[in-house]
Structure formats: C-alpha cells, structure tokens
C-alpha cells in the first residue's frame, strides 16, 4: 500500500529533503521534491519523487564554502555511492548512512 507523500514529507527532517529547480525551456521553472537517501563523508544523494526519478549529488569538499551540485545520469555512479554509503557492505574507507527515505521510494514506485 503506498504511504501519502505528503503525510511522509510533513514528517521527514527538513535535513533530509531538498527541492530542485529544473527549466523545461526558456520560461518555465519547475520544482520537484527530493529526498536524501545515502550520505557519505563528503556526498550527499537525493532522488526526486517525480515519476521520472532524478539522482542529484551534492559533494562537499573540505576546502569549498558551497557545495558541488551534479545530476548522475549513469546508475553504475549512483550504484557507487550507494555502496560507499554501506548498502553493499563495501565502504571504499567512507563511513557512510543510509536513510529510511530509501524505503518509502522503493514502496512507492
């Protein structure tokens, strides 16, 4: 049975969700929820709940003030970090967390 989305957003921890900003042409900006859902040292995945899954990183290096925001198109580099986060048990020496946000997307396709 799905879960509500915005019952489950309304009491996700505002450090776990982030909204993305795409334009779909020239004029038009469109906004698409997005949840966290593996972190490592210095990554962070979110996956957007719109029907056509989106993989958004944000790596935060030591040295910067702003984060490095990229879309993984490649599912083999999402795969990577999800690992890194300890979905496989492979941990590439990151000490990586896996959020429960990963299991309301998998029931909720």
Request: a negative charge.
């Amino acid at each position: 049975m799905p879960l509500d989305l915005a019952s489950f957003l309304q009491h996700t921890p505002e450090s776990e969700k982030t909204v993305i900003y795409l334009h779909t042409d020239e004029e038009t900006i469109t906004s698409y929820d997005a949840l966290l859902i593996a972190q490592t040292r210095y990554r962070k995945l979110f996956i957007t709940l719109e029907p056509k899954r989106r993989y958004l990183v944000h790596t935060m290096l030591p040295d910067e003030e702003e984060p490095e925001i990229d879309f993984l198109t490649d599912y083999e580099e999402v795969e990577a970090l999800l690992e890194d986060a300890g979905l496989d048990g492979i941990h590439d020496g990151e000490q990586g967390i896996l959020y429960h946000n990963l299991l309301y997307l998998l029931m909720n396709p």
